[in-house]
């Protein structure tokens, strides 16, 4: 009897920065639990995040494209249902599809990257979901559902009104936010429940597969982590009582979170954020370590493809600029990223190819055996030249091994700057559309059509030194690739107006799917 599909796994650190893992060099050893998990996995040296946020940086993982394709780029846009999403397909093809979410700029706003989910948990907003709501009492159930639809419709009215997100950042409200409304959800619950579903859906319809999206949000602003997690990587600020006072101050001015940096931080400032974003990433790993044991326990890894990453990092001031929301430096988008998937991941391998993380969408449907419905001229191409199974083998890498990163400006806080600190605008460029493009060893980073640097980042992953001026043969050759990279990616974009006019091969191929009836 043939085996079935593998169990897919899909967890996504929210705004870790890979730096700051230890299998990456880190000094500390913030992360024990992801170190274990990557020597027993294939380890990705260079993998580069489509975008430098939640929204558009899920979006691409989701469905396979660049942010100028896809365009949700901004926290009110919606995903055209002209894409179909992982979870979309992977429910066709027969798998079992769940999500355990604690961003809730993914599993509260109404952006369409819920859609395919069987299930969908949320542990993030007013209104936080737990498989075993559905046991409540039928009172009980209908007073939470029309709780939770009075609660998604606030969090929709504070992503499409500038004016209430401006109120919603006030250092008196942040830390009632923040605290009573799970903006970073629940990190150990959700491990929890996650797990014994897992272990539900195993007993009760192990002939079905299961794809599983975890979300994990601990690493994100603000950061307040246990006690003794700062005393252990952060112990000498663990007991200073400045430092506690700077960072609540620092957590309770978001406006801060996602801004250029208009005076340097002082080396105590930045050394207090780093200790106290180390602790909040060990902590993490901590209870991710729980979930990867138990998966091993209880026999489940054996036929589980487990694929870990982030979906982009964080600054604290590198390149004067805080949180996540304007550049395409390294602490933004090179993300860390194993799979463990013994059957087309080698154990103990490590890529030093670049590669992007948008191919996660491919490398998982490669895994469960599904062609997705593309037509023939799709920009996601063929699933078996993209997935990341072949990534170091030769001729298999697409775009001539070009990668590419876009920073889109999120104009809600690019509308705060201008009612904040309104100089910052046109001094840091924040309404310009930042873009990277990755060959081999070098990157060229550009704003609009401006060069902002090309740097080996190999010899140089802080990005200090700007090779511009000695190489502008690169530069222009990179700046004509970013160029044809932007006209394909937008020519590619669906006209939703055009959607149903489909070939009539292509709407043979979505009902073989049963995409249609």
């Known amino acids: 009897m043939p085996q079935r599909k593998p169990d897919i796994l899909f967890i996504v650190l929210d705004t870790v920065r890979r730096d700051r893992l230890s299998i990456y060099g880190h000094t500390q050893p913030t992360t024990p639990a992801f170190d274990e998990f990557a020597a027993g996995a294939t380890l990705f040296e260079r993998a580069i995040s489509p975008a430098q946020w939640t929204v558009p940086a ?67 907003g007013a209104a936080p979901n737990r498989p075993h709501d559905v046991t409540r009492s039928a009172v009980r159930r209908a007073l939470s559902q029309r709780w939770h639809r009075f609660a998604t419709r606030m969090s929709q009215s504070f992503a499409q009104s500038d004016w209430l997100f401006r109120q919603s950042l006030n250092p008196l409200l942040v830390p009632l936010w923040t605290r009573y409304i799970n903006y970073t959800g629940n990190t150990a619950r959700s491990i929890d429940d996650l797990m014994a579903y897992m ?18 949000m601990g690493a994100h602003l603000p950061y307040r982590p246990p006690q003794d997690y700062l005393d252990r990587f952060a112990p000498e600020i663990s007991q200073d009582k400045a430092a506690f006072k700077f960072m609540t101050r620092f957590n309770a001015d978001a406006a801060r979170w996602a801004s250029p940096v208009a005076e340097p931080l002082q080396a105590f400032e930045r050394a207090v954020i780093d200790g106290f974003y180390n602790a909040e990433i060990a902590h993490q790993d901590y ?43 390294q602490e933004l988008v090179h993300v860390p990223l194993a799979i463990r998937y013994p059957a087309a991941f080698p154990v103990g391998q490590q890529i030093t190819q670049t590669v992007s993380t948008r191919r996660l969408f491919h490398t998982v449907l490669d895994a469960a055996g599904i062609t997705p419905p593309f037509a023939e001229d799709d ?50 460029k924040v309404k310009q559309v930042r873009r990277g493009v990755y060959q081999d060893t070098h990157k060229l980073a550009v704003v609009a059509d401006q060069v902002e640097g090309l740097f080996d980042v190999q010899a140089d992953p802080l ?40 070939s009539d091969a292509m709407r043979d191929n979505l009902r073989a799917l049963g995409y249609l009836d």
């Not at 090779?467 to 690169?474: K, N, T």
């Open 287 to 329: 209870h991710m370590g729980r979930l990867l044991r138990h998966l091993q326990a209880s026999g489940a890894l054996e036929n589980t493809m487990v694929i870990i990453c982030a979906d982009h990092g964080e600054g604290h001031g590198d390149h004067d600029f805080f949180g996540h929301s304007f550049v395409v430096y």
């Open 379 to 428: 920009p996601n191409g063929d699933i078996g030249q993209l997935t990341l199974a072949n990534t170091g083998q030769q001729h298999t890498t697409p775009h001539e091994g070009l990668v590419f990163s876009e920073a889109i400006p999120p104009m809600t806080f690019v509308n705060v700057l201008e009612h904040r600190s309104p100089e910052l605008v046109p001094q840091y």
């Open 58 to 124: 899920h979006t691409s993982m989701f469905t396979g494209l660049y942010p100028s394709t896809h365009q949700v780029t901004q926290s009110d846009n919606r995903l055209s249902e002209s894409y179909y999403t992982l979870a979309e397909i992977l429910r066709v093809g027969g798998y079992h599809t769940a999500g355990f979410c604690n961003n809730p700029l993914v599993g509260v706003l109404e952006n369409g990257l819920q859609r395919g989910f069987d299930a969908f948990f949320n542990y993030a």
């Open 463 to 502: 990005e200090t030194a700007d090779l511009s001026a000695q190489q502008q043969e690169r530069v222009s050759t990179l700046q004509a690739e970013i160029d044809r990279f932007v006209q394909t990616a937008q020519a590619a974009r669906v006209d939703d107006a055009q959607a149903g006019q489909i």
């Open 199 to 216: 272990d539900a859906r195993r007993a009760q319809h192990g002939d079905t597969p299961t794809f599983t999206f975890l979300n994990l």
